[in-house]
């Protein structure tokens, strides 16, 4: 064994609710904590709150924050130093421009680490699965992204995006909670809530409480609704209507306690019906499901069959219970009635199981992405960061090659791979072997490549 063997990098993933940091090669983050700013004598602060909710970003400002987050991060709960550790960002392809100079001026200036990649999320999602081609859904706080990776490549002409996540689950417990929600407090009497709840209870209800109803009882629920609003337009006219469809028994209700101010009662028909708007079709034909078959329509022909069998999902929203088996059974269906998704009619959808919970996929695809230590020519250094005068390249904003690496004729870039590692049917290809023996051996990573040996060994 060396006597010196080389610092495993830092691991960041800035989610728009909780960010996960820890070192790559481990089995789980160090850490997941909210992605906003604790100021001592203030209220928490959210980090993200300029890039979503403001049309122009003040990136002095913005820099302060991450500076302040950063420093959080990395001496409370990384406890190493930053100058020894390069790092892994996850991010978002969609991310602003800014957002990624802000947090490289941080991490190369502030803190002096050796370099900085940043990988989309997606991409790193499809590692944990093994998988070359996969389509991957990420349902987070405030949108859900699809996008398919065919051969380890992001098609990003074929990504679709819709505010339908965990904001839009949020905004339905809050109008069905003023609209008729009680507090019972503490002399017993039950009283109308008339203010908004707090956001930290909201999202512990939302976590707690709330789930995916099957697809049966889906379809009675929006057969109701359908039946409720006809009635109300006959009785405008004047006309006697009845609701000819009937609801399903709805589930039991919750009592949420409200720390010692009283308790607030929770009905059934919220805990069942706040997460529909996810799969209910607005005015333009939109849903998490026609996010998905949208995207695979944009992709070419003979790769649809190949990222339908394989959907991988990701992000907060899609561990309410119930939501990867609501998803399958609308995607069928959606194919079997829709005449627009009838080229994709062959298709059979099959959703991966990922070993963790879907918050941290992306974490875990960088840490089995860093131990694979193929990637030094795709890393932004301090000195390359000064010299173009703070600005990142478009091959590392746009997850492409630099210009050094790119072929002279198109020709010879077979099936659109880079210089990834291939995750292929016969196995994992890298470049360096000798790097996964600096990884724990009860890490994640080796769990993963030794699994990923077995099954070529199992094939040949």
Same mark, same amino acid.
């Given at each position: 064994?060396?006597?010196?063997? *080389? ?11 909780? &960010? ?40 002095? $400002? ?44 941080? $991490? ?81 009497? *039950? ?8 956001? @930290? ?42 609701? @000819? ?6 589930? *039991? ?43 695979? $329509? ?21 561990? %309410? ?31 991966? @199981? &990922? ?36 600005? %990142? ?46 990884? *724990? ?12 040996? %077995? ?6």
């Amino acid at each position: 064994m060396p006597l010196h063997q *080389p610092l495993t990098a830092v691991v960041l993933d800035i989610g728009q609710a909780y &960010t996960k940091v820890g070192i790559a090669g481990e089995p789980a983050p160090r850490a997941i904590v909210p992605t906003v700013l604790k100021i001592h004598g203030h209220q928490d602060e959210p980090l993200l709150a300029d890039i979503f909710e403001t049309p122009k970003i003040d990136k002095k $400002l913005l820099i302060r924050k991450l500076k302040t987050f950063f420093e959080y991060l990395y001496f409370k709960f990384l406890q190493v130093n930053p100058k020894n550790r390069r790092v892994i960002v996850c991010e978002s392809f969609a991310n602003p421009t800014v957002f990624r100079e802000s947090i490289a001026e941080v $991490l190369l200036i502030h803190f002096s680490a050796p370099s900085i990649l940043f990988a989309p999320h997606h991409l790193l999602t499809s590692y944990t699965v093994a998988a070359d081609t996969a389509l991957v859904l990420d349902s987070s706080e405030y949108e859900s992204v699809a996008l398919p990776i065919i051969e380890g490549t992001p098609i990003l002409w074929a990504w679709r995006s819709a505010p339908l996540a965990g904001r839009a689950i949020h905004r339905q417990i809050q109008t069905f909670i003023r609209a008729g929600g009680l507090m019972q407090t503490q002399d017993g009497n *039950p009283v109308k809530i008339t203010e908004d709840l707090p956001h @930290s209870v909201i999202q512990d209800i939302r976590v707690k409480s709330c789930f995916v109803t099957e697809h049966g009882r889906a379809r009675e629920i929006q057969a109701h609704k359908l039946a409720q609003w006809e009635a109300a337009l006959k009785r405008e006219k004047g006309v006697e209507a009845q609701i @000819s469809a009937r609801r399903p028994t709805p589930p *039991p209700d919750m009592v949420y306690p409200m720390g010692g101010q009283g308790r607030l009662m929770i009905p059934g028909l919220v805990r069942e019906e706040a997460a529909e708007i996810l799969f209910e079709q607005d005015n333009d034909r939109l849903s998490l499901p026609t996010l998905v078959l949208d995207s695979i $329509l944009k992709c070419p022909v003979d790769s649809r069959k190949a990222l339908a069998s394989n959907l991988v999902l990701s992000g907060g929203t899609s561990m %309410l219970p119930g939501f990867s088996h609501r998803l399958l059974s609308e995607l069928e269906d959606l194919v079997a009635i829709e005449e627009r998704y009838k080229p994709l009619s062959e298709c059979r959808f099959r959703i991966h @199981s &990922t070993p963790v919970r879907g918050n941290i996929v992306s974490w875990l695809g960088a840490s089995i992405y860093a131990s694979l230590d193929t990637f030094p020519h795709r890393s932004i250094t301090k000195e390359y960061f000064i010299e173009n005068k703070h600005r %990142l390249p478009d091959w590392c904003v746009l997850d492409l090659q630099p210009p050094e690496f790119q072929p002279e004729k198109p020709a010879a870039m077979k099936s659109g791979r880079k210089s990834l590692p291939y995750l292929g049917s016969s196995g994992l290809r890298t470049s360096s072997r000798s790097s996964v023996g600096s990884v *724990p051996r009860n890490s994640a990573a080796v769990s993963a490549l030794a699994a990923l040996r %077995l099954a070529q060994a199992a094939k040949k």
